[in-house]
């Protein structure tokens, strides 16, 4: 059996079933451990029967000390697995819709300092983290400034947030909202919330093109089935 290990849960787990689904006819056996330490606590206790490979889907960013920490101990883990567990090159689910390269004009928003500080970020990462000396737009800077605790994991949750307040595109709940992976299609504003318009409607194409993005290909095409 393949299995593919997330901490991911709600919509995050919801979105790897969907990549399963959609990208790896069902092949996979998606299990959310919750947390990275519900991970390392897993393949702490696993015993891998001979046909099990194990891809682990592990949110790692560099300047959250606890992650690295517990990242080194994933690895250790792995080494000793005889290529059984392969760790796959995660930052967050938020950044794999973040970096999405239709996610401002799908979800329709009017935001102009969030989209350029999108931009900023995104042009920014570098070996798991923004590097914040490659920024030199100040309004961004001072977004950044504004978390009391930074990672870039956080900077990643709040900015997708800003992008996806519509209920039809969230990435919060127990479920990826709907306009995601459902045919349907948004283009009336909604609560007073900005609304936009793919150029498809058909739901599994949607998704399909979500994950055929390079950042989400950078993920599963380590992922051999």
């Not at 979105?15 to 919750?34: P, R």
């Not at 956080?154 to 919060?172: A, D």
């Not at 909604?190 to 318009?197: A, W």
């Amino acid at each position: 059996m393949k299995y593919f290990w997330t901490e991911d849960t709600g919509a995050g787990l919801h979105f790897w079933k969907l990549v399963n689904q959609l990208f790896f006819d069902n092949a996979l056996v998606i299990e959310s451990k919750e947390s990275n330490q519900g991970i390392l606590d897993a393949l702490s206790n696993l015993k891998i029967k001979e046909d099990d490979e194990y891809y682990i889907a592990f949110d790692y960013v560099v300047d959250n000390q606890d992650i690295r920490n517990k990242y080194r101990l994933l690895k250790l883990i792995a080494e000793k697995s005889e290529g059984k567990i392969i760790i796959l090159d995660m930052i967050c689910f938020e950044y794999l819709i973040l970096a999405f390269d239709k996610l401002v004009a799908w979800t329709g928003t009017g935001k102009t300092d969030k989209i350029k500080i999108r931009e900023e970020v995104l042009s920014a990462i570098e070996n798991h983290r923004i590097n914040l000396s490659k920024i030199d737009d100040e309004k961004t800077l001072q977004f950044l400034s504004g978390f009391k605790r930074y990672s870039t994991e956080r900077v990643m949750k709040s900015l997708v947030g800003e992008f996806t307040q519509n209920e039809k595109w969230s990435v919060k709940g127990s479920l990826m909202g709907e306009c995601w992976y459902k045919n349907c299609c948004v283009s009336e504003h909604e609560d007073s919330i900005r609304c936009g318009k793919p150029e498809v409607e058909d739901g599994s194409e949607k998704m399909r093109m979500l994950i055929q993005s390079e950042e989400v290909q950078k993920i599963i095409g380590e992922v051999i089935i």
